[in-house]
C-alpha cells in the first residue's frame, strides 16, 4: 500500500514515535511503554511508519529495533524548503514591480 | 534591498495551513494594485523561470482570475483563483485550484482557501497570507505540478552559488 509521508506525520502519536527513536534505535516493547495505548495500537503506528519508509526494522539477536530514516526525514524539510523559496523568488519579483511602479508614479 | 524587509514562512501541519507574511516597502495603494491586476500580476506571480500568463480576471467577489504557468518550454499549467469576499485594500479570501484553459476544475487535486490581509505599517506594508488545504499532499502537488523542474535547478545553482561564497 502507497503511503505518503505527510500522512505519517499527520498523526500525533506517530510524531511522538519519530522523536523516540530519533534518539535511539527501540523495541516495539520499550516504545509502547511510553504510550497509555495498547500494544496493539503502537504496532499499526510503527506499521504505518514503516509503510512510509520513514523508519526501518532492524534484527539484533531475537529482539526488532525499530531506527529512523534521517534521509526520509530530511525530504519534508527540503520540500518545505523548496516551498519557501518559491515565495521568496515571487516576491523578489514583486519588490522589483514595486520600484518600478513607484518611479512611474513620480 | 529586501534583506531588511520581513519574510516569515510557518508551516503547520497539523492544521495543514501555511502562513506567509511579508513586507513590502510601497504603499498600500500600489501593493493593492499588484496584487489585484492582471497585467501587475503576469509581472511577479510567477517564480522565475515560469510566468504567470492572465487569460481572464474579474476582480471582484465571485469573479475569478484565469490564469496559466507557462514554463521554460512553454508548457502551460492552468489555475483558476475564484474571490470569495473582498474588503477594498484590507484583505481579499479566494480559492485556488487546478484546472483546464476553460476553468473547468481539475478533480485530481483539492482546493485550497486563501486570506490575504494588507496592513499599511508606517512607509511599508504588511501582507499575512493564511493558506489551508485540504490534505498537506494537495501542497506537494502544487509543487510537483507546476515549479519543480525549473525551480530545483535553479535552486542547486544557488545552493552552489552560496557554498562557494561561504
Known amino acids: 500500500m502507497r503511503r505518503d ?3 505519517a506525520i499527520a498523526d500525533p502519536t506517530r510524531r511522538a514515535i519519530i ?55 530530511k525530504e519534508i524539510d527540503q520540500w518545505l524548503e523548496q516551498f519557501r523559496k518559491i515565495w521568496d523568488t515571487k516576491f523578489s519579483q514583486l519588490d522589483t514591480l514595486l520600484v518600478t511602479l513607484k518611479k512611474q508614479k513620480k | 534591498m529586501n534583506s531588511n524587509l520581513l519574510f516569515d514562512f510557518t508551516v503547520n501541519k497539523e ?19 499588484a496584487w489585484t491586476t492582471a497585467e501587475l ?13 492572465t ?21 502551460k499549467h492552468w489555475s483558476k483563483c475564484d474571490y470569495l469576499s473582498i474588503e477594498n485594500k484590507r484583505s481579499i479570501t ?6 483546464d484553459e ?10 485550497s482557501v486563501w486570506k490575504n490581509n494588507f496592513d499599511q505599517n508606517g512607509n511599508k506594508v504588511r501582507v499575512d497570507i493564511l493558506i489551508t488545504f485540504d490534505t498537506l499532499t494537495d501542497l506537494e502537488a502544487i509543487i510537483s505540478m507546476g515549479f519543480k523542474e525549473g525551480m530545483t535547478i535553479d535552486f542547486l545553482q544557488l545552493d552552489e552559488l552560496l557554498s562557494a561564497t561561504k
Open chain 1, 5 to 7: 509521508i505527510f500522512q
Open chain 1, 19 to 73: 522523536a523516540l527513536i530519533a534518539l535511539q534505535a527501540m523495541t516495539p516493547n520499550a516504545i509502547a511503554e511510553n504510550f497509555n495505548t495498547t500494544r496493539q495500537a503502537v504496532s499499526k503506528h510503527l506499521r504505518i511508519l514503516t509503510e512510509c519508509a520513514l523508519v526501518k526494522q532492524e534484527q539484533q539477536g531475537r529482539e526488532i529495533y525499530y531506527t529512523l530514516e534521517i534521509e526520509k526525514m
Open chain 2, 15 to 33: 492544521n495543514k495551513t501555511i502562513h506567509i507574511t511579508r513586507e513590502f516597502d510601497a504603499h498600500l495603494e500600489l501593493v493593492w494594485a
Open chain 2, 41 to 53: 500580476l503576469d509581472q511577479w506571480w510567477g517564480p522565475k523561470p515560469w510566468k504567470a500568463q
Open chain 2, 55 to 75: 487569460k481572464t480576471m474579474d476582480f471582484r467577489e465571485g469573479g475569478f482570475w484565469l490564469y496559466a504557468m507557462v514554463g521554460p518550454e512553454g508548457e
Open chain 2, 94 to 99: 479566494q480559492k485556488d485550484c487546478f484546472c
Open chain 2, 102 to 111: 476553460n476553468g473547468t476544475l481539475n478533480p485530481a487535486f483539492s482546493q
